[in-house]
């Protein structure tokens, strides 16, 4: 069960209704294990996607566009590294929701931009200007 809560004087809140719905069911009594953490942001999510694609218009690379992501991250040093029989494999790092908190998250994106501006050769301010036409 996952559900989204405010901290309050009184204790943690549900924060909509369907958390709440889910905090119903919930027995009187009973101790519960609960991890907290601060939930990503879905805007930043998606300009982060907008940037992708800026970079992935622009870029001289012939891939399709999932393969550039993975690409790009791995790039900006977000990767893990696996022996195969056959030599290293580069892993893109996993960038869900439940796997990159929102500060990594954020790193990453400034570590992507650097790479794709290094990449399609354009300044920060042209990126952002163009990320407009993306979002």
Not at 18 to 27: M, P, T, V
Not at 77 to 102: R, V
Request: hydrophobic content about 35%; charged content about 30%.
């Amino acid at each position: 069960m996952k559900l989204y809560c405010q901290n309050t004087i009184t204790g943690l809140v549900p924060l909509y209704p369907a958390d709440y719905e889910e905090k119903k069911k919930l027995k009187l009594g009973v101790e519960y294990e609960v991890e907290v953490r601060t939930p990503r942001n879905i805007g930043f999510h998606r300009k982060f996607f907008a940037l992708l694609n800026v970079g992935w218009a622009n870029t001289s690379l012939d891939m399709p566009f999932e393969t550039y992501r993975k690409y790009i991250i791995i790039k900006a040093g977000y990767f893990k590294i696996y022996k195969t029989p056959k030599g290293l494999f580069y892993d893109a790092e996993s960038i869900s929701f439940s796997n990159m908190s929102q500060d990594r998250f954020e790193e990453l994106y400034s570590r992507v931009l650097d790479k794709i501006i290094e990449d399609i050769g354009i300044t920060n301010e042209e990126i952002e200007k163009q990320l407009i036409n993306f979002m």
